[in-house]
């Protein structure tokens, strides 16, 4: 069980007994700063969608728009799975932060970023580069974290499985 107790101050006073916290501080914070910046990376690219898509080719008119909406329904879902299996140690949901990542939005990220095709603005280069750095840095940090929560709770749970000698 967990035993904490608060302060009129709001602050923790007591400890943990029995289990340790193994959420990553550095994923959070990068979490945390990332869910802060997706609004400007949302507008940046917006802006720059607005501004050139007169002026793009017939392909990318389509292209653009829904790559751009896909980025930002996953950037939601990637956030929101990434607090959530952090902050309480779920591995399931940190995996769907983790695979989302590596698999869709690194790869459309990349895409927007060095597409040669459409117009890139300076803008978005700087908005897409910025996010690229969040999305590499909350996957290596995320692996990582993975690993240790899975080992962790492998090893809470071969204690719970063995029996205790009489």
Do not use: D
Not at 34 to 47: C, D, E, M, Q, R
Not at 95 to 114: G, K
Not at 139 to 158: A, D, G, N, P, W
């Amino acid at each position: 069980k967990q035993v904490v107790s608060t302060q009129s101050t709001g602050s923790l006073t007591g400890c943990v007994s029995g289990s340790e916290i193994i959420s990553s501080l550095p994923l959070q914070m990068s979490l945390f700063y990332n869910v802060y910046f997706a609004p400007l990376w949302f507008s940046g690219i917006a802006t720059s969608l607005f501004l050139k898509h007169e002026r793009l080719p017939a392909v990318y008119k389509f292209v653009t728009p829904t790559v751009l909406c896909i980025m930002s329904i996953l950037e939601a879902i990637r956030l929101y799975c990434g607090y959530v299996g952090n902050l309480k140690e779920r591995v399931p949901e940190l995996a769907v932060f983790w695979m989302v990542t590596l698999v869709l939005q690194l790869p459309l990220c990349l895409f927007s970023l060095l597409n040669t095709g459409a117009i890139v603005l300076p803008l978005e280069v700087s908005v897409q580069v910025i996010l690229l750095l969040f999305v590499l840095i909350e996957l290596v940090v995320s692996t990582s974290s993975i690993s240790h929560m899975t080992s962790v709770q492998e090893t809470k749970f071969s204690l719970l499985q063995t029996p205790e000698p009489e």
